[in-house]
Nanobody, 119 residues
């Protein structure tokens, strides 16, 4: 199983960044994007479960848009109207099943992360 994120970088406040996560090995039921800022806990950004519509954290609703493409093996996170507080390491994660999509402990598989910095 491999999850490989790409697309991070720097942006000005109000700008946009697009992240991708290529998943290989298995097709899981649950995928999510998490982020972690220095000194803070890892937090859920958006989650997919069993091909339902994505669920967004309140802090990113209306600004971020997530999708699964390429036969659902690639996760896309389009981040618009970025704020400095969106800065952090962004990870994609996968699990066979979750009770709480936003809880990191529910996920067994993680990508290496990609850095997003908003100034």
């Amino acid at each position: 199983v491999q999850l490989v994120e790409s697309g991070g970088g720097s942006a000005l406040a109000g700008g946009s960044v697009r992240l991708s996560c290529a998943a290989s090995g298995y097709t899981f039921n649950a995928y999510s994007w998490f982020r972690q800022a220095p000194g803070k806990e890892r937090e859920g950004v958006v989650g997919f479960y069993d091909r339902t519509s994505p669920i967004y954290a309140e802090s990113v609703k209306g600004r971020f848009s997530a999708s699964r493409v390429s036969a659902e093996t690639t996760l896309i996170l389009q981040m618009n109207n970025l704020k400095p507080e969106d800065s952090g390491m962004y990870y994609c994660a996968a699990a066979w099943s979750v009770d709480d999509w936003a809880r990191p402990n529910e996920y067994s598989y993680w990508g290496q992360g990609t850095q997003v910095t908003v100034s």
